[in-house]
């Protein structure tokens, strides 16, 4: 891939060893840039790695054109008179030292809150649990990857004592005899992972893909189940029953391995699977073919991702699926797992190192007294001085509608449009007294910034990540950083020094904070103390746990027991639940949301590739021809889309492969495309997720005919 952009000096040419920013998988490439009197180009390699064996997808190979465009923020910006203005490092820290002060002095500690994103490296992660705990003092921090894996990690840790992506390694993937993608649309979100699921296939793999849509997904499946959106626990349940009345249970597994089976199997019995049949839209049929593949196979494992889980019964939707896995005894042996499949580029390791509400580094917890004693000595503070939990991501913008968080720094992130309700989120952030936003664009979110701090990008950024199996990647990243943008990290540090607490923040590398990370991780469930720079470089990744530099991982885990006391996992029945917000007459249709494959996230960097924003440079909204003919809507046309919270408008795209009582809008827009401004802010009870992929709408035409 090439691009000319105008010219710079000196001429030459430079190699840029780093990784893809974007999804889970973590690709490894090199940006080569060419310089003549006339010109600059960049190629893209795609570097050989166990994760993606070489491969690259669209939005790896044009990543480098967000990180060089015109667009980026390259000096500190305050907002005066409501237009944005350059001004010195010096002066924006003054102002954030004095503001900050201020309203500490004024209201209390928690008065400012933190709120940092899932593409963070680790280090950065850290640091800002460390930042907002120890230089801020404050118990209110959490991040996007709440609305990303929190259901699939509280489930994790519940059934198995540990929450890491894969249970095993993603060369294990051919080996399976039979694969559940639930909610998962590798296809388009980690299309560098599909080559696997083709093996697979090749090597006699029967293929289940529960999805309401058609995607590129589905197009490999044996059987695709087109389930209705917020009911996939129940579609679980109902495979579960099958497996238990044809008898297709390792009894032997259960036995030794697990706990809780006897309140399932009552639990089963109960069931109805006509019923389910009628809560799910599939056919008993159906069920019965999935559950039976799944459970005669002799290796089988199973995926689940944002479909499943961003329901407001996302955490039991999840645990459902991991019956299945337990009942089978598909566990802890080479073609036989689960995964949580990742959708932010550190998705897993953003959440183990403490910019969570509720936890420390090494995935320890904050209201655990021994957890905060370890902690604190390796921080060098007294335990007591350690705020306490803090609330989820959506719930810190209700507290900022609510005026209890008067002020906000955030890193990372985009709230206005990843936020449920995004029309009460950005009435909440123009409430506040002073809200600082580092980040490379003036985001949606950034344009309400009272003050925006320019940060390096990936290219320029070094620092781990932790992939979708667990494995922990070092990005190599030796691009000069333009301008005055300064890495994430070191705008911590120079903030927290302003605060007078600079003795705990003397970090000059990269490195450097990661070796603390190491040691505050030690004895953890995430445990990287075994893990080095020197040894990432040579290993090119290394599995967690790690506890020891001798340690040697396969990256399978559960192969003799769980992470819980005694060993066993634990099994737990789970209840057929409706949709959190039913369809009616004034709101006839399902919403679900989801990703495109151009596009990632918010859109804040990808809508800056001009590659990538000329294949799907507006959002569009997926429905079948007979739906849409009801209501009077034309293929290609515009529509508002609404819900009980707001309005967008985005244009129709005939799908005839969709359930007709569902429509698709993915979630990479905003401003009035923002899909997120009529999704459901109804939180899961256990993970606090919001209930993105089902709420009811209303869709009508802006030029009726």
Same mark, same amino acid.
């Given at each position: 891939?090439?691009?000319? $952009? ?122 800002? &649990? ?20 929190? =259901? ?33 649309? @590798? ?32 197009? @490999? ?69 999935? =559950? @039976? ?31 299945? $896995?337990?009942?089978? &005894?598909?566990? &802890? ?35 655990? !007294? ?16 350690? %705020? ?47 809200? $600082? ?87 953890? @469930? ?38 819980? %006391? ?58 079948? %021809? ?55 802010? =109804?939180?899961? !009870?256990?993970?606090?997720? !919001? ?15």
């Amino acid at each position: 891939m090439e691009s000319n $952009v105008k010219a710079l000096e000196p001429q030459g040419t430079s190699v840029f060893d780093t990784q893809c920013p974007f999804c889970s998988v973590q690709c490894k490439m090199q940006v080569v840039e060419e310089r003549n009197r006339a010109q600059v180009s960049y190629t893209v390699i795609p570097k050989p790695n166990a994760a993606s064996e070489g491969r690259l997808c669209i939005k790896g190979m044009n990543a480098y054109q967000h990180a060089l465009t015109a667009e980026r923020i390259l000096h500190p910006m305050a907002k005066v008179d409501g237009q944005f203005v350059q001004i010195s490092w010096e002066e924006a820290y003054r102002r954030i030292i004095h503001k900050f002060t201020e309203l500490r002095n004024r209201y209390s500690y928690d008065s400012i809150g933190v709120y940092g994103g899932g593409s963070l490296t680790n280090e950065t992660a850290y640091l800002l &649990g460390k930042f907002a705990r120890v230089a801020l003092q404050t118990k209110y921090i959490d991040y996007n990857g709440r609305f990303c894996m929190s =259901a699939a990690a509280s489930a994790g840790n519940k059934t198995f004592g540990m929450d890491r992506g894969l249970t095993n390694p993603l060369s294990d993937i051919p080996l399976a005899k039979c694969i559940i993608l639930a909610g998962t649309n @590798i296809a388009e979100c980690q299309p560098t992972l599909m080559p696997y699921f083709t093996r697979a296939k090749e090597n006699g793999a029967y293929v289940i893909v529960i999805d309401p849509r058609e995607t590129g997904t589905t197009a @490999i499946a044996d059987l695709h189940l087109k389930v209705m959106p917020g009911m996939d626990a129940a579609l679980a349940n109902g495979l579960q029953k099958v497996l238990l009345e044809e008898g297709l249970l390792d009894k032997e597994f259960l036995s030794d391995r697990t706990a809780g089976f006897e309140k399932l199997k009552s639990h089963l019995q109960q069931l109805d699977l006509n019923e389910i049949a009628e809560l799910t839209g599939v056919s008993v049929e159906d069920i019965r073919k999935a =559950a @039976i593949a799944y459970g005669k196979a002799a290796t089988g494992m199973v995926f689940t991702a944002r479909g499943v889980e961003q329901q407001t019964d996302g955490y039991m939707a999840v645990r459902s699926f991991l019956n299945l $896995v337990l009942m089978t &005894g598909k566990i &802890g042996k080479p073609g036989s797992g689960y995964g949580a499949v990742t959708g932010q580029g550190n998705g897993q390791g953003g959440r183990e190192h403490g910019q969570k509400a509720d936890q420390l580094p090494g995935y320890r917890m904050i209201d655990n !007294p021994e957890h905060r004693a370890y902690v604190a000595g390796v921080w060098g503070i007294d335990p007591s001085t350690l %705020p306490g939990k803090g609330v989820s991501a959506y719930e810190m913008m209700e507290k900022v509608h609510a005026e209890e968080i008067r002020a906000l720094i955030i890193m990372g992130s985009n709230p206005i449009v990843s936020n449920p309700n995004a029309n009460f989120v950005e009435e909440g952030l123009k409430k506040l007294d002073y809200l $600082v936003v580092a980040d490379m664009f003036l985001s949606e979110t950034a344009q309400l910034a009272d003050l925006i701090l320019p940060v390096s990008a990936y290219i320029e950024n070094e620092g781990t990540l932790t992939n979708m199996e667990g494995r922990v990647l070092l990005r190599e990243a030796n691009r000069p950083v333009p301008g005055e943008a300064k890495h994430d990290w070191q705008i911590l540090c120079d903030i927290a020094e302003g605060l007078g607490k600079g003795e705990y923040f003397g970090f000059r590398s990269a490195e450097s904070i990661f070796n603390e990370l190491r040691l505050a991780s030690k004895g953890g @469930i995430a445990d990287y103390y075994g893990i080095t720079y020197d040894r990432l470089r040579e290993e090119e990744g290394v599995y967690w746990p790690c506890p020891s530099a001798a340690h040697k991982s396969t990256g399978r885990i559960f192969e003799a027991e769980f992470a819980h %006391p005694g060993g066993k996992a634990e099994i737990v029945s789970v209840d057929n639940h409706l949709p959190d917000e039913p369809t009616d007459e004034q709101y006839p249709l399902i919403l679900t949301t989801g990703r495109a494959l151009t596009h990632y996230l918010t859109g804040v960097q990808t809508r800056r590739s001009h590659s990538l924003a000329a294949r799907d440079f507006e959002s569009y909204m997926e429905i079948h %021809p007979r739906t849409a003919r009801k209501q009077g809507i034309k293929d290609a046309s515009l529509v508002r889309l609404q819900s009980r919270r707001g309005d967008i408008v985005v244009r129709s795209r005939y799908r005839a492969d969709i359930r007709e009582d569902t429509v698709f809008v993915p979630m990479h827009w905003g401003d009035i495309q923002n899909v997120n401004k009529i999704t459901n802010p =109804a939180l899961d !009870p256990t993970c606090r997720m !919001p209930g993105f992929k089902s709420c009811a709408v209303n869709v009508v035409s802006l030029f009726p005919q």
